[in-house]
C-alpha cells in the first residue's frame, strides 16, 4: 500500500466571503420569514465544500482577519 497523500490548502475567508457578497450583490440570497441576507455564509460554504470535494485535502486551515483594526488600517484607512 502506498503512503496516504498529505494536502494542506490555506484558505482566504474573509476573501471568499467578500468575494461571495460582492457577486450576487444584485440579487442576494434571504432567509423567507426574515429578509436576512445570507449570501455571503452561502457563497463561504459552497466554496469550502466544492474544495474538500475537488482537491480531497488531509489538512485544511481558514485565515479570517480579527475583529479589530490591525496594521492593514493604518496602511489605507479605505481597508
Known amino acids: 500500500m502506498g503512503e496516504a497523500k498529505t494536502l494542506l490548502v490555506l484558505l ?3 476573501g471568499i466571503i467578500h468575494r461571495s457578497y460582492h ?3 444584485e440579487q442576494p440570497l434571504t432567509v423567507r420569514h426574515t429578509g ?10 459552497n466554496t ?8 480531497k ?4 486551515i481558514v485565515a479570517m ?3 479589530r483594526l490591525t ?7 479605505n481597508y
Not at 436576512?36 to 457563497?43: D, M, N, Q, R
Not at 469550502?48 to 482537491?55: A, G, M, Y
Not at 485535502?57 to 485544511?60: A, D, I, K, L, W
Open 65 to 67: 482577519d480579527k475583529g
Open 57 to 60: 485535502p488531509s489538512h485544511v
Open 12 to 14: 482566504d475567508g474573509h
Open 71 to 77: 496594521f492593514r488600517h493604518r496602511l489605507d484607512p
Open 48 to 55: 469550502l465544500l466544492s474544495v474538500l470535494q475537488e482537491l
Open 23 to 25: 457577486a450576487m450583490r
Open 36 to 45: 436576512e441576507v445570507i449570501t455571503a455564509v452561502y457563497g463561504f460554504a
